[in-house]
């Protein structure tokens, strides 16, 4: 069985009610639902939700809410990782048995259903552990500078002030998107980060949203992405 679990609290502090926020006339929560359908990968897919709100746009939008996600794993510090085993612990003892399981998050409109697929399959090349997309920074970490209060700067890594653009180590970051995982990966707390497969999906498909400045750009960059499907 595979199963998609997308965390969603109610209790957002830097955008309220982010989860469920109209983006581009739809609230947001439905965007990730919406892709985990379209993938058809997925035999179930179901909210961890402790907000009543939440619950009733999620199965409006085609999802599952077979529980209420508990206020220990709701507040603002709890991990990714103890969440979504909380819920395959949950559906065990309701008899299902997941074997692969893919945590989404909910503020994602920019996710394409294919990268869940294609998460998929790296999952089942290695076996075990974790998969997810990652994306390149836009410029060199290596060059990256350090900045005083008074204005200095100063590099973190003075040995490539010199290097050539091209001659430095492409580095990556977490699409903060999705993470396939296989069942004794979540239930055991394995560290995502440290035990995954990844691959890689262009920037311009990642939206990084904490601030209503950065739900501006997204919904500007959603715009323009599908103006095509609205002539």
């Known amino acids: 069985m595979r199963l998609a679990v997308i965390p969603a609290r109610g209790g957002s502090k830097r955008i309220p009610r982010k989860n469920i926020r109209p983006f581009a006339g739809r609230p947001m929560i439905t965007y990730a639902i919406g892709a985990a ?3 058809e990968v997925f035999d179930q897919v179901i909210v961890s939700t402790d907000d009543a709100e939440i619950a009733e746009i999620a199965r409006v939008a085609g999802a599952e809410v077979p529980f209420t996600r508990p206020a220990e ?5 709890t991990p990714t990782v103890p969440v979504i085993a909380h819920a395959i612990n949950a559906l065990m003892a309701a008899g299902l048995t997941p074997a692969q399981v893919c945590c989404i998050y909910p503020g994602v ?11 998929l399959e790296l999952l089942e090349q290695a076996g075990q552990g974790y998969a997810f997309p990652v994306t390149p920074f836009p410029s060199p970490i290596q060059r990256a500078l350090r900045r005083h209060e008074d204005g200095r700067t100063e590099p973190f890594d003075a040995r490539h002030v010199g290097t050539r653009t091209q001659d430095l180590e492409p580095a990556y970051h977490d699409s903060g998107q999705f993470y396939w995982g296989a069942t004794p990966s979540w239930l055991g707390g394995l560290n995502i980060h440290q035990n995954a497969r990844t691959f890689v999906i262009p920037e311009w498909r990642c939206v990084d949203i904490d601030t209503l400045d950065d739900w501006l750009r997204a919904e500007a960059l959603y715009g323009v ?3 095509k499907d609205h002539p």
């Open 73 to 77: 794993l709701a507040d603002d510090i």
């Open 225 to 227: 992405l599908h103006a």
């Open 109 to 119: 409109p920019l996710l394409s259903p294919q990268d869940l697929v294609q998460g």
């Open 37 to 39: 359908l379209a993938s």
